[in-house]
């Protein structure tokens, strides 16, 4: 398996633009984390699907940001619009129910709003 | 409120010296464990992990965890660094039967050659 794949690597967009973050996930994982990574706050949990199921979505800063998960091998997140505030690196993992061997994350998007 | 604090926000080393990186956390109930490593410009990664057992925990490239439950601490060791150690450390905890996982702030490890 390719591990947790993630596109784009990099991102510059300009405010007010909208921005997709896309994940997929290890093949028969059943958990999907998107989680963001500054300096000032680490890593933070933004939302997690079990089964494509959207279960805990409380990290969501604000309705800017949504997420989805249409099948098993697929999610994004979304900002619309974007802020500078939001330029930070977002990590999606997934893992198997029992987190037996953690979680497994993407190479990362870091996102960069001028 | 529930958290997980590493003590440490950055650590500086040399080569060949001892290292311990401190985890605790404040979940009632019983948990799993995790520690993982960030290397620059790289995703994280699983260093080493307690779900039950023998509290000391041997995981990759040399390092080990002593889960001390009294304590409600996890702390990282290694007995002798090296230049290729330098990255940044992330303690995490699951709550057994809860689905997500919430990780410290991370320590940065530097280690000079």
């Known amino acids: 398996d390719a591990g947790v794949i993630q596109s784009p690597r990099h991102e510059v967009t300009e405010m007010g633009q909208e921005v997709t973050l896309r994940c997929k996930p290890i093949s028969g994982h059943d958990y999907l984390f998107w989680y963001r990574q500054t300096m000032m706050r680490g890593l933070e949990l933004l939302i997690y699907?079990?089964?494509?199921?959207?279960?805990?979505d409380s990290g969501m800063p604000e309705d800017r940001f949504s997420a989805k998960m249409p099948n098993a091998s697929f999610s994004t997140l979304k900002i619309q619009p974007s802020e500078p505030r939001d330029s930070a690196v977002y990590f999606c993992?997934?893992?198997?129910?029992?987190?037996?061997?953690?979680?497994?994350f993407g190479s990362g998007t870091r996102l960069t709003v001028v | 409120a529930q958290s997980v604090s590493q003590h440490n926000h950055h650590v500086i080393l040399s080569e060949a010296a001892s290292l311990e990186l401190g985890c605790n956390y404040s979940y009632g109930g019983t948990v799993n464990l995790f520690w993982y490593v960030q290397y620059p410009g790289q995703h994280l990664q699983l260093l080493l992990k307690y779900f039950s057992g023998d509290p000391l925990v041997k995981g990759i490239k040399g390092f080990e965890a002593e889960f001390i439950k009294s304590k409600f601490s996890f702390n990282l060791r290694k007995p002798s660094v090296q230049w290729s150690d330098t990255a940044e450390y992330f303690c995490?905890?699951?709550?057994?039967?809860?689905?997500?996982?919430?990780f410290g702030a991370g320590t940065r490890l530097t280690v000079k050659p």
């Open positions: 995490a905890v699951n709550q057994v039967h809860n689905n997500d996982m919430r």
């Open positions: 993992a997934s893992s198997l129910a029992g987190f037996s061997d953690g979680y497994t």
């Open positions: 699907f079990n089964n494509n199921v959207p279960i805990d």
